[in-house]
């Protein structure tokens, strides 16, 4: 076993649970004994056989990574957990790459990062060894199959002392904020894309280590906690809110390898689970399978839900039809909360209290929270403005952006974005600034507003709404469709039945029926890919 002396907070209580069960995988079961081991493992390997290596930060201590950036691609289980410890152990970025993806956005989050190391599993041997092999990774020993690292190969490696990795000895881009001074890199992670190209969003230690325990002070983790993790792992809400949540609390995560919603019903109805967390999509997937079981399981299933002590709900707006659905099964309200991948999570609806359908709570512990006008001055309460966040938990910069990274902070605050309003105390997103807030004759109208009203109609199961440029309005509010199955519905029929719900000026003009809208990994819908759908029609 080789010494442990980081003094990762993660790594130092993992040490304290000892013998106590931290992942459960299709596999089998792992203590923290068993994941400090394996993560060693990976580490020594990822330090070993680097004396023909130049160092990427120009250091000549090859004992410590420096800070090289090492991407990741395993099933979902213990051996994507001891890989993302074993890259911190040893003093690297980690850089989590998403599964079942294409080719294209692989090499892309690749060559963006410039990872000097590829670790797989047998998997994906197949479509990394390739991407290792065209890039000389393969030649210099830095492809590596995780199966291989778990093994011998290491065993009778001499006892070595891993580097103190909270000893910064990397310099970080100089950017306002109080946070980041002195703070070592631990992980990119992509933006979801669903405005813009998708940009590399460094976190450090600190970082992680604030968003961890804000939600574990306002959540109230413990360690008798046990969740089911059904999420991606290259996205905050998996990687932070789930896996790394219950890891700093001596709890327990089953890690499923992919989303089947029959599968998550037995997780959740297994007596010992206590949290669930998942996105709206999820939960409406969930609803499906309840529905198409016999009446003999759904009685089971919703009085499992008993035994949950708490369900969470974000990544993207959720629908308050399906809240009100799934408390009608489970027994839950389903908390809501907002955060993005830059901030972690800011803001959350109460684990006490009253949670207020559509609302997003208020600032998490350690986190400040504003809103703004155009002008960047607060606004008063009631009025509607950019969110704009400060705190520990606020990462470091976008990944070789500079100026992307200083258009992002004003003043010390990272500016979201997300337009919100506070009602009776708490916060209400309202829509993205570029996306969701539409400007139609003369009118600022909200996307999200309007989306929530026409799912009350009975032919519509999902929506869109995005703004198609007119020369008379400005914009047109157009209307994306899912029609509910054996359902028609036309724009002279939806702007009849829509104008006793909304004012004249949020009725939609455009409307398409599609079989499906178009979304990422974590569920939240492509708004250009919707409105490129209104352009080619």
Not at 187 to 201: A, Q, R
Not at 208 to 224: F, G, H, N
Request: with cysteine; hydrophobic share 45%.
């Amino acid at each position: 076993m080789i010494p442990n002396i980081t003094c990762l907070p993660l790594i130092a209580l993992a040490q304290r649970h000892g013998e106590r069960t931290a992942i459960v995988d299709a596999q089998g079961s792992y203590t923290y004994n068993d994941l400090l081991d394996a993560s060693a493992r990976v580490a020594a390997t990822l330090l070993g056989g680097r004396d023909d290596l130049d160092d990427v930060n120009g250091l000549t201590d090859l004992s410590d990574l420096n800070g090289e950036r090492v991407a990741f691609l395993l099933t979902p289980g213990f051996p994507w957990v001891a890989t993302q410890w074993g890259i911190w152990r040893a003093g690297g970025i980690g850089v989590p790459l998403p599964c079942n993806s294409a080719k294209p956005e692989l090499e892309f989050l690749i060559d963006d990062t410039k990872a000097s190391t590829l670790v797989f599993d047998a998997a994906a041997e197949p479509l990394l060894r390739a991407l290792a092999e065209a890039r000389g990774l393969d030649k210099s020993g830095r492809a590596l199959l995780y199966e291989q690292i778990s093994g011998d190969l290491v065993s009778d490696a001499p006892a070595a002392e891993l580097p103190d990795v909270a000893a910064s000895n990397i310099a970080i881009s100089k950017i306002a904020t109080p946070n980041i001074a002195g703070t070592r890199r631990a992980m990119i992670l992509y933006t979801s894309g669903t405005t813009n190209k998708p940009k590399g969003v460094v976190t450090t230690h600190d970082n992680i280590a604030a968003q961890i325990a804000a939600l574990v002070q306002a959540w109230e983790w413990r360690r008798e906690d046990r969740i089911v993790l059904c999420l991606p792992l290259h996205h905050v809400h998996g990687i932070i809110n789930v896996l790394s949540c219950a890891l700093w609390s001596g709890a327990s995560c089953r890690m499923l390898p992919r989303f089947d919603a029959n599968t998550v019903w037995d997780g959740i109805a297994d007596g010992a689970t206590t949290l669930f967390m998942a996105v709206p999509t999820v939960y409406a997937k969930l609803i499906a399978a309840w529905e198409n079981s016999s009446p003999e399981r759904r009685a089971f299933l919703s009085q499992a839900c008993a035994n949950l002590r708490l369900m969470v709900s974000g990544s993207a707006a959720l629908p308050v039809s399906t809240l009100e659905r799934w408390k009608e099964i489970s027994g839950h309200t389903l908390l809501e909360r907002y955060g993005m991948t830059e901030i972690g999570m800011a803001l959350s609806n109460p684990l006490h209290g009253q949670r207020v359908p559509g609302s997003v709570g208020t600032p998490l512990p350690s986190v400040e929270v504003r809103l703004v006008g155009e002008n960047g001055e607060p606004v008063n309460a009631g009025t509607p403005g950019e969110i704009e966040v400060r705190g520990p938990s606020v990462f470091a910069e976008y990944w070789g952006k500079p100026e992307a990274t200083r258009e992002a902070f004003r003043d010390g605050w990272f500016r979201t974005g997300d337009i919100a309003i506070v009602e009776h105390g708490v916060y209400r997103i309202l829509g993205r600034t570029s996306i969701d807030i539409l400007k139609t004759g003369g009118h600022k109208v909200s996307a999200l507003e309007i989306e929530e009203t026409l799912r009350e109609h009975p032919a519509i199961a999902e929506c869109a709404i995005v703004g198609v440029p007119d020369g008379e309005w400005g914009e047109r509010v157009a209307a994306a469709i899912v029609l509910c199955d054996g359902s028609l519905l036309d724009l002279e029929s939806l702007r009849t039945w829509a104008k006793d719900f909304l004012a004249a000026h949020k009725v939609p003009s455009r409307l398409l029926v599609v079989d499906a809208l178009p979304r990422n990994a974590m569920g939240k819908v492509i708004k250009p890919a919707v409105a490129a759908l209104f352009h080619t029609k």
